[in-house]
């Protein structure tokens, strides 16, 4: 689905799964200075949207997915996950409920499949499972943004910044009122810089949430009942996870970043020594210049020197504790 703000000047397209979007439009770093100043708004219109209504809305939804939600108060955020059977991440959610609907956004083209999911699940319990996305797409403000929420939009407020559920018809005028419109290369490169796993870059067929930091933000360790629970339970209690999510500084000299699913290796063992993880998700900070997310085996030191690829050193700081 193409935004209608790639028709702004400067815009250049995204492509992969930000197909759809602007990478960015002509000045990246900009971008991000704005938006770490509170300033201006990114297009996710490409992200999927749904919907969940109905009076037993949140009480079917506590018992699919990870975190508590029976009591969420109407405007409150909040993260979630859906897990396999084993306990592996398959998808990631973030929510809010509005007092009659809760609304999620999700990584584009992932809704189908969530979807299916929820509605094989339904049994007797009252509530209608909904694609929102041809009708509505997700604005992301900053924190400190005082952009207003056009009334009757759905609302996400975090410690990040707030994500609107726009009317899709809505979305050209609103950027026009409330922009400059920043890209989502500049989106990343702060979700980077926070540290904050994204679906299918920090995600592969085998993470479980404590790999990533997320016990603390989309599990509640205090519920059950949910598919995947029982492998939660027995990391935090009997175990660790065997790989952790690592923050790198690159070395700023290379031309290239380093991309997905580059490898790992300790820079005492060079090129050729063992991979020990790989790269997540990359990205030029306007302030840090080259960094990056990775996923490093537990028992890589904390204070280990690393390699990306072939050449590019990288300094590790930790985001989940060994």
């Not at 029976?70 to 592996?88: E, V, W």
């Not at 999510?245 to 300790?266: A, C, M, Q």
């Amino acid at each position: 689905m193409k935004s209608p703000l790639l028709s702004l000047p400067g815009a250049v397209p995204a492509e992969g799964c930000d197909e759809g979007v602007a990478a960015h439009y002509g000045d990246l770093f900009r971008e991000q200075r704005a938006l770490a100043d509170g300033s201006g708004l990114v297009d996710l219109s490409h992200r999927g949207v749904v919907t969940v209504t109905g009076s037993d809305r949140l009480a079917w939804l506590h018992l699919l997915i990870t975190q508590h939600v029976t009591d969420l108060a109407p405007g409150q955020a909040t993260d979630s996950l859906i897990l396999t059977a084993n306990g592996h991440i398959e998808h990631a959610m973030y929510l809010v409920d509005d007092g009659e609907t809760v609304w999620m956004h999700v990584e584009p083209g992932t809704q189908g499949e969530l979807i299916a999911y929820l509605e094989s699940m339904k049994f007797f319990y009252r509530v209608e499972v909904a694609d929102r996305t041809e009708d509505f797409a997700v604005v992301y403000l900053p924190a400190g943004s005082i952009a207003p929420a056009p009334e009757g939009a759905a609302v996400r407020e975090t410690a990040y910044g707030r994500d609107l559920f726009l009317p899709r018809a809505g979305l050209e005028a609103y950027a026009a009122e409330h922009g400059p419109a920043a890209g989502v290369l500049a989106y990343e490169a702060l979700r980077v810089e926070g540290h904050r796993p994204r679906l299918g870059f920090e995600t592969d067929h085998r993470t479980i949430p404590h790999e990533l930091g997320l016990i603390d933000t989309a599990v509640h360790l205090q519920k059950g009942c949910y598919r995947g629970q029982e492998t939660v339970a027995r990391v935090q209690n009997l175990g660790k996870p065997p790989r952790r999510l690592v923050f790198l500084h690159l070395d700023g000299s290379e031309v290239l970043l380093p991309g997905h699913g580059t490898p790992i290796r300790l820079a005492s063992d060079g090129a050729e020594g063992r991979q020990l993880g790989f790269i997540t998700s990359s990205a030029r900070h306007h302030e840090l210049g080259p960094i990056a997310l990775a996923l490093v085996k537990r028992n890589v030191p904390v204070d280990a020197e690393l390699l990306a690829g072939e050449n590019t050193a990288a300094a590790q700081e930790t985001v989940v504790e060994p």
